[in-house]
T-cell receptor
Framework: SQQGEEDPQALSIQEGENATMNCSYKTSINNLQWYRQNSGRGLVHLILIRSNEREKHSGRLRVTLDTSKKSSSLLITASRAADTASYFCATVFGSARQLTFGSGTQLTVLP | DAGVTQSPTHLIKTRGQQVTLRCSPKSGHDTVSWYQQALGQGPQFIFQYYEEEERQRGNFPDRFSGHQFPNYSSELNVNALLLGDSALYLC???????????????FGAGSRLTVL
């Protein structure tokens, strides 16, 4: 079963618009990460936020974490066609060392 | 600096056969994790190897086994293949240590297995 669930499952926007994806999880976490996957290839790490952090930025990416609601959001500003991909949240919890991935959001950015 | 390399990239097997997938981790990494990703789903954790031993295992049957070699490379073996084993198999490497960033994974491009 998935620890995290992304919402929406699919998102289609125009180039230049902002894209927001949400992730909810079930148990207390050590950290939460976002990954990107292009068309069935390997995943690429985007950003990590620790459980004691509330917001983090990296370039056009902004991640927030609300541990009281067990949720996170990923904002991509000024989206580009090249941002078209699937985005996954992944959590690390307890003594586990593995990442547990959500089901992903498929983002399509139209030129 | 080479990233994670996986082989083969694609393969087709029939039910009941056995398959071996291979992975070379990113230079400097000592931990290898394997994930199974079905079409349209997120990656599911199979197991993780560190110091040539299986350190953690997900909810996969014993038909799935692995190995890590002294040079940190790894193999995933699947016996008695079922149709449901068709998926993208992803290898990811990381560095185990005291740093809180130790859980950040570097993924390979995957091996796509089709079972007929």
């Amino acid at each position: 079963s998935q620890q995290g669930e992304e919402d929406p499952q699919a998102l289609s926007i125009q180039e230049g618009e902002n894209a927001t994806m949400n992730c909810s999880y079930k148990t207390s976490i050590n950290n939460l990460q976002w990954y990107r996957q292009n068309s069935g290839r390997g995943l690429v790490h985007l950003i990590l936020i620790r459980s004691n952090e509330r917001e983090k930025h990296s370039g056009r990416l902004r991640v927030t974490l609300d541990t009281s609601k067990k949720s996170s959001s990923l904002l991509i500003t000024a989206s580009r066609a090249a941002d078209t991909a699937s985005y996954f949240c992944a959590t690390v919890f307890g003594s586990a060392r593995q990442l547990t991935f959500g089901s992903g959001t498929q983002l399509t950015v139209l030129p | 600096d080479a990233g994670v390399t996986q082989s083969p990239t694609h393969l087709i097997k029939t039910r009941g056969q056995q398959v071996t997938l291979r992975c070379s981790p990113k230079s400097g990494h000592d931990t290898v994790s394997w994930y199974q990703q079905a079409l349209g789903q997120g990656p599911q954790f199979i197991f993780q190897y560190y110091e040539e031993e299986e350190r953690q295992r997900g909810n996969f049957p014993d038909r799935f086994s692995g190995h890590q070699f002294p040079n940190y490379s790894s193999e995933l073996n699947v016996n008695a293949l079922l149709l449901g084993d068709s998926a993208l198999y992803l290898c990811a490497s990381s560095l185990t240590g005291l740093s809180s960033g130790a859980n950040v994974l570097t993924f390979g491009a995957g091996s796509r297995l089709t079972v007929l």
